[in-house]
């Protein structure tokens, strides 16, 4: 094997670690270790990060990395937080489930599934594999998996109880905004506002306190992104309405 191609394997081995992440997670979930199930999702987005973080140091961008990284994604982003979310749905261990009308669970579980396998074939259709960052048509993937994971676990951390209307709507939401083409900016955009300086220490302060903080930050990211499409909806509108 030559060095060309060599380059290829430790983003590659990177992404397959994501995907062993998500398959063992859905074990997880089947085995009713819902906490653990989601912390491991939590650690495949590191690893999704880190395989593009070694390709772009390495400059092993390829089309097969892509379609790899899509597939493992799938499992990871996608499988298992809707593993997860049936699991809870049917399980016994959440106080209000007997009032959740129990033959909505298998769709509002695929719904999500089916949101991010459509995201991630939408995303390679319209791109190509590069070192450049570009914002996205639709809610990324990971995104929509973090607010399902981080609710689960900032509910049981403030000491309250998963709902399971809430964790719908979170379902539901998440597979309609990730089919979606509203425009969703990169993260470094939309949290622009932090200084750089400031942005390494708290990466690891979050990382510290990642029950409390993903989820406010997701679903921050989330209104933020659907705040800017409306605003710049009503500005064109305004635009349009002064020309005419």
């Known amino acids: 094997m030559n060095n060309v191609e060599k380059k290829y394997l430790v983003p590659n081995a990177i992404t397959a670690a994501n995907m062993f992440l998500g398959f063992v997670s859905i074990t997880m979930s089947i085995k009713g270790r819902f906490d653990f199930a989601a912390l491991l999702i939590l650690a495949a987005m590191i690893f999704d990060a880190l395989d593009g973080y ?19 994604d799938a499992i990871s982003f996608g499988l298992a937080p809707g593993i997860l979310i049936y699991s809870i749905l049917t399980s016994k261990v959440i106080p209000s489930v007997h009032n959740f009308p129990h033959e909505l669970i298998i769709p509002v579980s695929f719904i999500y599934v089916l949101g991010g396998i459509v995201r991630l074939v939408k995303f390679n259709v319209v791109t190509t594999a590069s070192s450049s960052k570009d914002d996205f048509s639709g809610m990324p993937i990971p995104n929509a998996a973090n607010l399902v994971v981080s609710y689960i676990l900032f509910v049981k951390v403030i000491g309250y109880h998963i709902d399971p209307m809430f964790l719908t709507i979170i379902a539901i939401g998440s597979g309609f905004l990730m089919i979606s083409t509203i425009p969703f900016q990169i993260p470094q955009k939309t949290f622009a506002f932090i200084p750089d300086k400031l942005v390494l220490p708290l990466a690891l302060l ?10 406010p930050l997701g679903l921050y990211y989330v209104l933020a992104n659907l705040y800017k499409f409306v605003n710049t909806k009503e500005k064109n509108k305004d635009s349009l309405e002064k020309e005419l």
Do not use: H, Q, T, V
Request: hydrophobic residues 50%.
């Open 54 to 72: 070694a390709a772009r140091k390495l400059n092993a961008f390829s089309e097969f990395g892509k379609e790899f990284d899509s597939f493992c």
């Open 206 to 215: 979050i990382l510290y306190f990642a029950k409390y903080a993903l989820f």
